[in-house]
């Protein structure tokens, strides 16, 4: 990929509800149509589909591409590139969300779904972060949320096959983190970039 010289690198993060009213059709690229297809939850199949939709309005608008203009692959570690752009996908209980950008890129979406849970935390946390949890009296499942979104993120910039929870202190300046919400629902959305004062996020996009 070749990008013009001291030009800005933009991130460009684009967030979407999945409609209530709505008709799934194929999708452009047969091996993600193919991976639609075997899912078997039709929630995570509605999420898989219209997350697809979501990238390719995201690299048009940011990119001025035609998605049917693009190679698709897939890693190793099993995460989707292309040959014009970095590209990275999540969703979330109705929400899917897309950054794309001229270099590595993560993103991660969670709800705030869940109670404060020790077996979770002890799952998502180093054994420093679990110490810093059991102190908190107060916002323990925002300070939960938080570190697993960034994290998410991060493994998906990375392209690592396995997500670790080491000590994510050291991700200042290479993750943001924002709030967003659907329905009275808030969720926690994290971008792993090298670009964080670059990201744009555009959070109510119709699908």
Known sequence: MEFAVNKPIFVDVYVAKIPNNFKINAVYCK????????????????????VWKLLECAISRTFGEKIENIKFEKSEAGKWKCDKCEFSLTHSDGVVAVAVSEKPVGVDLQVEFFKEND??????????????????????????????TEKEALFKKLD????????????????????????????????????????????????
């Open 31 to 50: 091996e993600r149509q193919n991976e639609i297809d075997l899912v078997l939850s039709g929630k995570v199949r509605t999420e898989k589909y219209f």
């Open 119 to 148: 077996s979770v935390a002890k799952r998502v946390l180093s054994a420093v972060e679990f110490s810093e949890y059991e102190t908190l009296t107060a916002d323990k499942k925002g300070y939960l949320l938080t570190k697993w």
């Open 160 to 207: 690592k096959s396995n997500f670790l929870k080491e000590n994510s202190n050291g991700l200042a300046g290479n993750v943001k983190t924002f709030t967003v919400e659907f329905d009275g629902k808030k969720y926690s959305l994290s971008v792993a970039t090298d670009n964080v004062e670059n990201i744009r996020l555009y959070d109510n996009v119709s699908l």
